[in-house]
């Protein structure tokens, strides 16, 4: 009698998949046999490769009628990765609070508006994971990242007490903390089409440049593969472990906490 082993196959839904770290996390699972859901806020053809365990949905995690709709079509999932987010480098003297409220739209409310959506089938079900990407500048006193890291430390602090409410149904929440990445978009998409100039005033423009030079001279760096590798290791330990800090970069300043 043959065995249908497609039903034995498990399902990941990813957000912010249209590149970067979701991107590289997607094609790493469904190379390791998973079925996929890649979702963005624009889906577009020829991002991911076609198959029959890759689909493609729309989801914009600030729009709860997309989080439902999404899920709704994805179906059962046995692990949730909140990869979604957006970039903000700047002196917070000159960042409108706009533009703050953005970042923890999608940063932090969108994070959480999708975890308490799958919450329901993980609960009753008995098993599920919650991966949420953050940011290795939660382990270390990064300058000109005040708005990011603080919507990144909510997520860290959420997680680490959701974990415990998750724990008596067999239901797990975990952080990724990916490190400095230079090939992806972040620093394009940091300032959200503001000039550098508005988002540094000038009196901070001397230590500002010092700051993103020390920056971008650093040795250690992150990858894309670094992040989608710490994301399984992440979805597989069964140690317990709430944090893992993805990349050379991010393990060293973990390991000097």
Request: glycine residues 8%.
């Amino acid at each position: 009698m043959k065995t249908d082993t497609k039903t034995d196959t498990k399902t990941v839904l990813i957000t912010g998949a249209s590149s970067g770290y979701g991107r590289e996390t997607a094609l790493h699972f469904h190379a390791q046999g998973w079925n996929v859901i890649a979702t963005m806020r624009t889906p577009r053809a020829g991002v991911l490769p076609e198959s029959d365990r890759l689909r493609i949905v729309e989801l914009d995690v600030t729009k709860p009628e997309t989080i439902t709709a999404a899920f709704e079509a994805a179906g059962p999932i046995d692990v949730l990765v909140n990869n979604a987010g957006v970039p903000s480098i700047g002196v917070f003297e000159g960042t409108p609070m706009s533009r703050v409220r953005e970042v923890f739209e999608t940063n932090t409310f969108g994070v959480m508006a999708t975890t308490q959506a799958v919450l329901p089938q993980f609960r009753e079900r008995g098993s599920g994971v919650v991966v949420n990407v953050t940011s290795s500048v939660v382990l270390g006193h990064m300058p000109l990242s005040a708005v990011y890291k603080a919507s990144k430390m909510a997520i860290e602090g959420f997680t680490a007490s959701l974990s415990l409410e998750l724990a008596p149904f067999g239901v797990q929440a975990k952080t990724v903390e990916p490190g400095a990445c230079l090939t992806t978009n972040f620093a394009a998409n940091a300032t959200n089409g503001a000039s550098t100039d508005d988002l540094v005033p000038a009196p901070y423009a001397p230590w500002a440049k010092k700051t993103m030079d020390a920056f971008t001279s650093q040795d250690l760096f992150t990858k894309e593969s670094d992040v989608a590798e710490t994301v399984w290791r992440a979805v597989h330990d069964t140690t317990g472990q709430l944090r893992f800090p993805a990349g050379p970069d991010a393990v060293w300043l973990a390991q000097a906490k």
